[in-house]
């Protein structure tokens, strides 16, 4: 007999001994091994993967030979370490392969477990190489379908662990160092989309009940005995992305306390979360750089707050994103009721939709002095109600909708010199403790219940050369403006702009707006409560509907710089 095979019986004869002594159906270990060198050894554990026999093909070209059929090989169960001893020899062919056939059983619940298999090699001579896969292309051991007590010689295995090893031939070769290892798997509750042209994957379901949810950074796919696909954390396809739709992936489960983003994802689709209102914790498994990157679409409305760890740091107090980031994606910080201060660099170009929002103990936002901040997205800072005072970078172009409503404590707002922002969104400032507030010159338009139910807000200055040439409907709605200034450059006010403002002195510089205020409930209600009205004299009528000697019989001019007023009221003027 050839060299190999004379070594392989001596060696293998001399253990085969320890292994008949097993009690074959005990289970394997979750980590377990195949291990050329040392002795058969088991340990007990509560799972099984049974190795059916052990087959020997010498020379890389003739067939496989059994070793179970030659008296050799005694079939038994892998429990932890699983050993043959072949030592050292000289090989004569150049290489040979060692094929383990194994039977992958059910536990006593009915459940049975995917195994991955990998080859761990250490110092082998120079020349020798040394490969381990299993016979499917995704290198893993699938789920079984037979309990213990029915295998038979008639059974097929469920997946063959091949060992190749390839040298010079007249070599010695030491194996004693290379370990087979098998690592359980647990099958996944989720669904996924796969993509065979990158192989990444998207999250499309979720299947489990448990309160934390894991998402995998990488699956394998399983197709069982009975044809139905499972997906368990493997290597073969990358998570990227959370599927978006309606209704979401997690949508409306309740039953979720706390999810665990891999460092792989990219992109959480649109309303992925949505309504998951009991989501205390979300960690994040890379670096904070890396977390800014994905987008994060719409994840979630929840009506309770959420810590957020990101590399197993919980993101608390003082926040500092770093100088490499220029967007701070959408939902970004959502819900993360621990941080007080955050520091944005001169880096940042746009702060997304939600960035902020129900951040509940955020009392400072400090922007790098070279901002170069252009915009802010739709209720980034939506409900921060220790927000005390802010101050807008010169650089931001529009502020969107709903961005600083709610912050109940708002008292202050600055733009800063040379501000470029063109357009305040709709209830931008909504419900904010605003006193006073100068619109940069810059701002075209103020749109619909901008500022509405700021209810300290007393003074509103448009400043000179203003450019507004709209105030949005309801705008300014139960302000507690007296005094208002519409500056010349404005043509349009929307319904109910100024209602509930009380306003008793109003100065108008346009002649659209002068001739469209012919009653008290034109022009936003502008001359509802008007006492005193000043309109500019280069357009002024005394025939005006409303705005005339009948309702105003007390006029005078007045001169402002370089502007001539007439003053209309209904009480004497000094």
Known sequence: MKTLRLKLISLIAMVCLV??????????????????????????????????????????????????????????????????????????????SLYFDIINTVDESGNSYVYDVTATTGQTADGVEVQVVVDNKDNHIP?????????????????????????????????????????????VDFEFLLNDTDYTASVTGYTGSDTTVTIPSSISVVETTDGETKYYEGSQYTVTSIADGYPGVFQENTTITNVVFPD??????????????????????GTL????????????????????????????????????????PKY????????????IPESVTSIGEYAFQFCSQLTSVDFGENSQLTSIGYSAFYSCTSLTKITIPSSVTSIGEYVFRSCSQLTSVDFGDNSQLASIGRYAFDNTSLTSITIPSSVKSIENFAFQFCSQLISVDFGDNSQLTSIGSWAFLSCALTAITIPASVISIGTSAFNGCD?????????????????????????????????????????????????????????????TYRVYSTEPLS
């Not at 970004?332 to 520091?343: E, K, L, N, Y």
Request: proline content about 3%.
């Open 264 to 285: 792989t994802l990219q992109t959480i689709g649109y309303d992925a979360f949505r309504y998951c209102n009991n989501i205390e914790t979300i960690e994040y498994q």
């Open 503 to 563: 306003l008793t002195t109003v100065t108008i510089e346009n002649e659209t707006i002068y001739n469209n205020a012919t009653s008290s409930t034109d022009c936003g209600c502008l001359l509802d409560y008007a006492t005193t009205v000043r309109v500019l004299t280069d357009f002024v009528s005394d025939s005006h509907s409303y705005i005339n000697t009948t309702n105003f019989p007390y006029t005078n001019d007045e001169v402002v710089g370089e502007k």
């Open 289 to 328: 750089e890396e977390y800014l990157s994905i987008d994060m679409g719409n994840v979630w409305i929840t009506d309770s707050s959420h810590s957020l760890k990101i590399g197993g740091q919980e993101i608390t107090n003082n926040l500092v994103i770093p100088d490499t980031i220029t967007t701070i």
């Open 143 to 187: 789920p079984g379908a037979i309990t213990p007590s029915d295998i038979d010689n008639t059974t097929l295995p469920t997946a063959t662990v091949i060992l190749t090893v390839t040298s010079p031939q007249g070599i010695e070769v030491d194996l004693s160092q290379i370990t087979i290892t098998i690592t359980m798997i647990e099958i």
């Open 19 to 96: 292994l008949g002594l097993v009690v074959v159906g005990i289970y394997a270990a979750e980590i377990q091994y195949i291990k050329l060198g040392g002795n058969i050894t088991f340990s007990v554990d509560d799972k099984s993967l049974y190795v059916q026999d052990v087959r020997v093909q010498e020379d890389m070209q003739s067939n496989p030979y059994s070793l179970k059929e030659q008296g050799i090989f005694i079939p038994g169960y892998i429990n932890g370490e699983f050993n043959m001893n072949i030592g050292s020899f000289t090989n004569n062919y150049g290489g040979f």
């Open 332 to 343: 970004a910080f959502h819900g993360c009721t621990d941080i007080v201060s955050v520091s």
